[in-house]
């Protein structure tokens, strides 16, 4: 089976050099995917020079238009039918590509994958997921901003799409699924959470632990963390700041005076590999789970590796079926009361 | 002017030999404050001969029962009328302390501040509020976990509050005032922030500078943090999370080779540094704001140093009349309409 890839070439900062450098790795690496770069097709063709040239299984498909991370998602979608993304997401929908990976805006994606590719049978919601570095294994943390204001069945339909995704791309064969709260008891929580943990304990397929603080995340203390997309998007970029700020201050630290810069130069080789433990370029970008078909969001920030790793990421998604293995989870959750916010069986 | 704070003896992990080193050492260093360490007087007695023996300005307050961090707040409180947090609370209410420190449970402290201390007059629920690190100067962040599930105008309180802490705690003549959001535009958040923005922008007495991204946090975005209680929690534990696992993994980079250990031998004074800036107990624990005298809530695991410096918070908090300028400052505020939710003047 060849799966065919399309990708948005226009939507990181410094696009669409490392979508099309990180696009011809990959399908170097991997000659049995089949990718199609959408965007500028002249700047497309000169980075792709640069990068030795495209291979066979690598097509362009020429775009005028770019949706920038400043203009309002809905708005921006409906004007630019010519824009890079939603050229991308029109190929997946109509069945000529299997699945989408873009670095451009968060919101744009969210608003091209419900609307432009549908969303999968019995969700009800997307959740953007992501792989986080901890001191033990990583960590798949659910919805990190695609979804704020959730609801208690969308949280257990995160649970299901976490588990699901640990299984497969992770390898896990039970992994533990926690519940983001500001404590560990049964009772803490807000209401959201209070009335999501009843559900989670009554769902056969899925390993529920319980609660989790965040304090607890970077040390492994679940496999996947399912969280409103409001705080999941808080504890992501706390994440994301803290380790920054914290590398900046060893850097400056490290540098204040010549011993311990000699000290430094010495333990560079440790310092290097906790950064790269750190490193989130490593971990492939964000899953936007939910849709009838695998989307990538890479970080806008992404350079060639990281849009190489979250075409991995994609790979392993389109192998392990996660959306067939989705679908089938979903299909056997119990029936949905009707929309009563809130309200818990338990 | 003399202030006296009872301090709960019994409150954290290791209590009572943290809650009396550190009110010894503060009471030696402040000689004219006055303290009440309130707890199991037979253990206090025999920490307090360790430290040296009790200073004039200490006395004790024998209580029989503690509350512990599994018990349910609420119950707790009431069932355990001989506790040492209750008592504390009531020599507060009762004009007996000016102010009251603990180390134990949140909850019950959020219970016995709200219960037994009483709120201060227009404002509606109390909030956490904590010093946190910064690359940058220190920020102040509220509330970090007294109130979740807030209301707009609750926001608005917390925002006042802040403000008047760091002017009078922080010293800063015009603090950046920044609600916790998942973007920085004014479209952006779930619904709580968008209803909280344009009631931010009307505060005159308030430098708003709009939303922050968790992300800007760590680097110094801003001088004060507004969020509900339960994004607020996520974002204080990750940062500390993050923090404690980034040092453990250095720890381990850094013995992985002989050279590597030299290295950090040599860098050691540099690192220390950056771990001391990032250390919280240098930062004196939580206020609780919002109530009729002020209340320092220190970290559980805190040592002798870290309720010495929460008491000085306290100390500050007291000179500074905290509690004086929040009142004026709620006086001012605009007529609430009733309790509508989400609902914005704008």
């Known amino acids: 089976m060849s799966f065919r890839i399309a990708v948005d070439a ?4 410094a696009a669409p050099a490392p979508e099309v450098a990180g696009t011809i790795a990959a399908a170097r690496e991997w000659t049995s995917l089949r990718f199609v770069l959408v965007g500028d097709e002249q700047r497309i063709r000169a980075e792709a020079q640069k990068a030795g040239g495209l291979p066979s299984n690598v097509e362009v498909m020429h775009t005028t238009e770019v949706i920038t991370p400043d203009e309002e998602p809905t ?3 409906r004007a630019k039918k010519d824009a890079s993304l ?3 997401a ?5 069945g000529q590509a299997d699945a989408l990976l873009s670095a451009g805006s968060t919101g744009a994606l969210v608003v091209v994958g419900t609307l432009g590719i549908g969303r999968m049978k019995g969700i009800d919601r997307p959740a953007l997921g992501t792989i986080m570095p901890t001191v033990e294994q990583p960590v798949f943390m659910l919805d990190v901003g ?3 204001d ?3 069945e969308w949280l257990v339909q995160f649970a299901l799409m976490g588990d699901i995704y640990a299984r497969q791309i992770l390898g896990l064969a039970r992994p533990r699924v926690a519940l983001l709260s500001n404590g560990t008891e049964a009772e803490k929580g807000n209401a959201l959470v209070k009335a999501t943990y009843p559900l989670l304990q009554e769902l056969e397929s899925v390993h529920f632990i319980g609660n989790i603080e965040a304090r607890d995340v970077p040390f492994g203390g679940a496999d996947v963390v399912v969280a409103d997309g409001f705080p999941g998007n808080v504890l992501l970029k706390t994440y994301e ?4 700020a914290l590398f900046k201050a060893m850097k ?6 010549p011993i311990t810069s000699i000290g430094a130069a010495l333990a560079k080789p440790g310092l290097k590999q906790m950064a790269k433990r750190f490193d989130y370029t490593e971990y492939g970008g964000a899953l936007l789970l939910g849709l009838k078909a695998p989307v990538v969001k890479c970080h806008g920030s992404s350079n060639a590796h990281a849009i190489r790793s979250g075409i991995r990421v994609m790979k392993l998604a389109l192998e392990g079926d996660v959306i067939g293995r989705l679908a089938d989870a979903v299909a056997k959750l119990p029936a949905q009361k009707p929309k009563d916010k809130g309200d818990s069986p338990g």
Do not use: F, I
Not at 10 to 13: A, H, N
Not at 252 to 257: F, G, H, N, P, R
């Open 10 to 13: 226009m939507g990181s900062d």
């Open 75 to 77: 708005k921006a979608v």
């Open 86 to 88: 939603t050229v991308a």
């Open 90 to 94: 029109r190929l997946v929908k109509e």
């Open 146 to 148: 695609a979804t704020p």
């Open 150 to 152: 959730a609801r208690p």
């Open 241 to 244: 700041g803290v380790a920054m």
């Open 252 to 257: 400056q630290a490290l540098t204040s005076s």
